[in-house]
């Protein structure tokens, strides 16, 4: 998915800001990945693929004044009946098939992308990439093996490591839930279909999962524009789905790509709530409970769009990604850099058995060692896995590389510092306008006064 586990903190200031305008998606054009997005830049507002960065993976792109052309609309029709769908059913007669087969007869063409019998075809040549054999347990975790993609423009999958695993589906049993929504997690929902504690329905954009699940156990599906390929068919699965865990309880496990932006992940949190609510006769208020790996410094982005989602200390490791496994020769010095944001309480994230945590006694919940509670702020405050320090004149912990600059009037970081400077690019959490931070938003400048009035 878009350009996954490509780790950057810092945009570069030679690039224009890019924003998106969310909106109801399906007033908008299609592509060959379901409806698009409309971003706005300095030059205007247009729409253009959700999934793919790169103009030659996906070309689609139009002007936000020329989709009210009748003559662009009619065009962009063709795409009803180009976006392509699969046959869940014959994928999964032919899986059946393969099985009855010894491992020796297994095999699968990564070339073709095709799980097929081995004596029974010879359309994949010497030069394709065939695995055989395949055994049983092979069948049920096809993520151990598969392949990983790794267009970063497109698809780049990196699994969680078995430690996460075991992680997630503690996190799950302490909250007595047994249902799961797998969105770009098949490690989750592999480990789930092998336990009599879990059911979990995989939906994924990774295609070739689907020669290996259930037709309702796979769901063919765009996180960033939440849509599923196989339209109703897939839509009523999933309804289903989430009806019948009105006991047991549901939960979303979500991993996104990195590079992708936080925006349409969380309208996709918020049509997937409501579909929750109305199942389940919730509040108006109410998000279904959600799981979702991403790195610590999209927090600001998300906690601002969805208040209710916390961040949690726990270093998310992956398996094929030596710089996010804190075991690695190569992986980064304050270990991998992604977390779990959720809903849930974090004091049931259970980190007991892990020499790396600690139980803070006043957050009540369970840290990295390395994070220390800080008494005037009220928190453990660490978020990269350094030891924060705090800062008397801006009321609140910094990373130590940081210093306070009198002239900006802030913390800053200390290497290439240049007083003055506001990047452009980076915008306000609460109005979303550039040029200024929160703590400086006019919005809030109102509400800051009343609550000192109140105070004093």
């Not at 009803?80 to 032919?94: E, G, H, Q, R």
């Not at 992680?167 to 797998?182: A, D, E, F, P, S």
């Not at 030596?322 to 980064?332: I, P, Q």
């Not at 800062?391 to 510092?417: A, D, L, M, S």
Request: include cysteine; hydrophobic fraction near 30%; glycine fraction near 4%.
């Amino acid at each position: 998915m878009v350009k996954k586990r490509k780790f950057v903190e810092t945009k570069s200031l030679k690039s224009p800001p890019v924003e998106v305008v969310i909106r109801d998606l399906t007033t908008h054009p299609l592509c060959l990945h379901g409806p698009t997005l409309l971003f706005s830049s300095e030059k205007g507002k247009y729409y253009s693929c959700s999934l793919c960065r790169n103009k030659k993976d996906c070309t689609l792109r139009i002007e936000e004044e020329d989709w009210k052309k009748e003559s662009v609309k009619k065009l962009n029709e063709k795409y009803y009946n180009l976006i392509p769908k699969i046959d869940k059913a014959t994928l999964w007669s032919n899986f059946n098939e393969v099985k009855t087969q010894h491992s020796s007869n297994r095999a699968y063409c990564n070339t073709c992308q095709e799980l097929y019998i081995l004596s029974q075809s010879k359309k994949h040549l010497k030069d394709h990439r065939v695995i055989t054999p395949l055994s049983d347990e092979q069948l049920t975790h096809p993520s151990s093996w598969l392949p990983a993609l790794n267009d970063d423009s497109v698809e780049a999958q990196y699994l969680f490591t078995k430690k996460s695993v075991s992680t997630v589906l503690g996190i799950l049993k302490n909250n007595k839930i047994r249902n799961i929504l797998c969105i770009g997690t098949p490690s989750i929902h592999e480990a789930a279909q092998s336990s009599q504690d879990f059911d979990s329905i995989l939906l994924d954009f990774d295609k070739r999962h689907a020669q290996f699940n259930p037709p309702k156990k796979f769901l063919w599906y765009n996180m960033f524009n939440n849509y599923l390929f196989n339209g109703n068919t897939d839509e009523n699965v999933l309804k289903n789905f989430i009806k019948k865990s009105r006991e047991g309880g549901i939960c979303v496990v979500m991993d996104p790509p990195f590079g992708g932006r936080v925006e349409p992940l969380v309208l996709a949190l918020r049509e997937m709530s409501d579909l929750y609510r109305k199942i389940f006769e919730k509040s108006e208020v109410e998000t279904i409970p959600v799981i979702w790996a991403f790195p610590y410094f999209s927090e600001p982005y998300i906690t601002n769009m969805m208040p209710e989602i916390k961040m949690h200390d726990y270093q998310v490791e992956y398996e094929n990604h030596k710089k996010f496994h804190n075991k690695s020769k190569g992986g980064r010095k304050f270990g991998s850099p992604v977390r779990f944001f959720t809903n849930l309480p974090l004091f049931t994230i259970d980190m007991s058995n892990d020499k790396n945590y600690k139980l803070c006694d006043k957050c009540k919940y369970w840290v990295s060692v390395s994070n220390n509670h800080c008494n005037k702020c009220k928190e453990c405050t660490s978020k990269n896995g350094m030891t924060y320090k705090h800062c008397n004149i801006c009321k609140r912990c910094v990373k130590p590389t940081f210093f306070h600059c009198q002239e900006c009037g802030r913390c800053c970081q200390q290497k290439g510092h240049e007083c003055n400077v506001v990047v452009q690019s980076q915008s306000c959490y609460n109005c979303q306008e550039k040029g200024h931070k929160q703590s400086d938003c006019p919005q809030l400048q109102g509400r800051n006064k009343k609550k000192k009035r109140i105070q004093a």
